[in-house]
């Protein structure tokens, strides 16, 4: 099982960029995606999830209207659109797919920095 971010950088305030995630050694389409992210001296938070089959989509309340999250099933990748950014989404982002408490992966990180 493999999960891969990129897209990570700095970029300023009121910019944008994309994150992905590709996956491996999974049935993908059977999981629910996610991105969360950790701060520095902060917990990992819910950025955003979307589900397996259905697609439905959850934000949290600090990126609701700006961020986008999807998913391509046939690439086995899962995206972030960021968009408006703000310094205070600085973070690593994180990448996550669930199906149960038994079978649940990480991905590495990639750390996203907004200038002000």
């Known amino acids: 099982v493999q999960l891969v971010e990129s897209g990570g950088g700095l970029v300023q305030a009121g910019g944008s960029l994309t994150l992905s995630c590709a996956a491996s050694?999974?049935?993908?389409?059977?999981?629910?995606m996610s991105w969360h992210r950790q701060a520095p001296g902060k917990e990992r938070e819910l950025v955003a999830s979307?589900?397996?089959?259905?697609?439905?989509?959850n934000y949290a309340d600090s990126v609701k209207g700006r961020f986008t999250i999807s998913r391509d099933n046939a690439k086995r990748t899962v995206y972030l659109q960021m968009t408006s950014l703000k310094p205070e989404d600085t973070a690593v982002y994180y990448c996550?797919?669930?199906?149960?408490?038994?079978?649940?992966?990480w991905g590495q990180g990639t750390q996203v920095t907004v200038s002000s």
């Open positions: 979307i589900g397996s089959f259905s697609g439905s989509t």
């Open positions: 050694g999974f049935a993908f389409s059977s999981y629910v």
């Open positions: 996550r797919a669930y199906l149960s408490p038994a079978y649940s992966n």
